[in-house]
Nanobody, 119 residues
Framework: EVQLVESGGGLVQPGGSLRLSCAAS?????????MYWVRQAPGKGLERVSSINSGGTTTYYADSVKGRFTISRDNAKNTVYLQMNNLKPEDTAVYYCVRWGSGSGLDYWGKGTLVTISS
């Protein structure tokens, strides 16, 4: 059974940092699958924040987070990370870890972790 479990969310002041983690299990993490971080702010739609290919050599960032967020993955630990620096109130959202497969698209989602940026 595929499982994606996020952790690391919380309440942080503007300008602060958080590191989100996503522990994956139930599939061969190191091959064939991109991993995404997708967020949903209160009352808004889903936004692709960042993604990384299976080898960790290609990444994507939304313009809204470019230069502040860094995605990485440790295939030995079956974990993907999102380092978030210089956080802003508009980063407040539930952050989801999502698996993407070439034949199946965004096929498995974690339950999400809440990030709140507020003074």
């Amino acid at each position: 059974e595929v499982q994606l479990v996020e952790s690391g969310g919380g309440l942080v002041q503007p300008g602060g940092s958080l590191r989100l983690s996503c522990a994956a299990s139930g599939f061969t993490f190191s091959t064939s699958f991109w991993m995404y971080w997708v967020r949903q702010a209160p009352g808004k739609g889903l936004e692709r924040v960042s993604s990384i290919n299976s080898g960790g050599t290609t990444t994507y960032y939304a313009d809204s987070v470019k230069g502040r967020f860094t995605i990485s993955r440790d295939n030995a630990k079956n974990t993907v990370y999102l380092q978030m620096n210089n956080l802003k109130p508009e980063d407040t959202a539930v952050y989801y870890c999502v698996r993407w497969g070439s034949g199946s698209g965004l096929d498995y989602w974690g339950k999400g972790t809440l990030v709140t940026i507020s003074s």
